[in-house]
């Protein structure tokens, strides 16, 4: 185990043993400075794709299954999104924000007690009725929301399609369709949320 602070791989060093992997594993970002900008929340019904989005923006991997409620607990990893450091949450699945079961507990009372710069709601695009009730009581508690519309690639092969441009006009919120798993849609979400961020934050400060 490398020592999380300096890297040494001796035991020697004297800083810390705390177990912290997700930083050695996201090496190349771990001298980066990062950036004051609050984290950025993924949430979202469970079985949807946050985890394997987690993992894509962040190069950490965590674990994934076609079973929902796989994610029991909040996971944090830095992703590099335009210039920036960011950190990013993974939290587990919800069905609304009036929650039931403890993990969606742990998904809401993170997003109702930690600022974050933009909460990311991942839905599955073969679902989308089902889904974005959730998008709406997100915007109702004035959440900054941005709606990540997955597994295009099985909604497709469904002959299922996805007007994004009728989304985004009726929600207002930026829209991007992704198929996580392929890794398509991955970097249009993070050129959408540069801008996105840098909207929420003049918005407050005026
Ligand atoms: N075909 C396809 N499968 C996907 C995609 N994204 C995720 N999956 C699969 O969907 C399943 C659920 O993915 P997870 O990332 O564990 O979902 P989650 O939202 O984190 O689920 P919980 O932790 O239970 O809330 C896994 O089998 C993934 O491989 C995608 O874009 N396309
Ligand atoms: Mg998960």
């Known amino acids: 185990m490398e020592c999380y602070k300096c890297q040494s791989k001796t035991k020697s060093c004297g800083k810390s043993s705390l177990k912290l992997p997700f930083l050695s594993n996201n090496?190349?970002?771990?001298?980066?400075?990062v950036?004051?900008?609050?984290?950025?929340?993924?949430?979202?019904?469970?079985?949807?794709?946050k985890s394997v989005l987690f993992n894509a923006l962040t190069g950490i991997y965590m674990t994934v299954s076609n079973y929902p409620g796989?994610?029991?607990e909040v996971s944090r990893g830095l992703a590099q999104i335009g210039e920036e450091?960011?950190?990013?949450i993974d939290t587990p699945g919800m069905y609304s924000l009036m929650p039931i079961s403890e993990e969606?507990?742990?998904?809401?009372?993170?997003?109702?007690?930690?600022?974050?710069?933009?909460?990311?709601?991942?839905?599955?695009?073969?679902n989308l009725a089902r889904m974005l009730p959730l998008t709406f009581q997100l915007m109702?508690?004035?959440?900054?929301?941005?709606l990540a519309v997955n597994m295009m690639d099985e909604a497709r092969r469904y002959g299922i399609t996805v007007q994004k441009d009728t989304l985004e006009i009726e929600l207002q919120i930026p829209v991007v369709c992704m198929a996580a798993a392929l890794n398509q849609g991955i970097e249009e979400l993070r050129d959408r949320i540069t801008p996105f961020i840098a909207l929420q934050s003049t918005m407050v400060t005026v």
């Open 104 to 126: 969606e507990k742990v998904a809401r009372d993170l997003l109702l007690t930690e600022p974050v710069s933009a909460v990311v709601h991942v839905v599955d695009a073969k």
């Open 27 to 33: 090496r190349q970002l771990f001298n980066k400075k």
């Open 140 to 146: 109702e508690a004035q959440l900054p929301v941005l």
């Open 85 to 88: 450091t960011i950190t990013v």
């Open 35 to 49: 950036s004051s900008i609050p984290p950025i929340a993924l949430v979202g019904m469970p079985n949807v794709g």
């Open 70 to 72: 796989t994610t029991v």
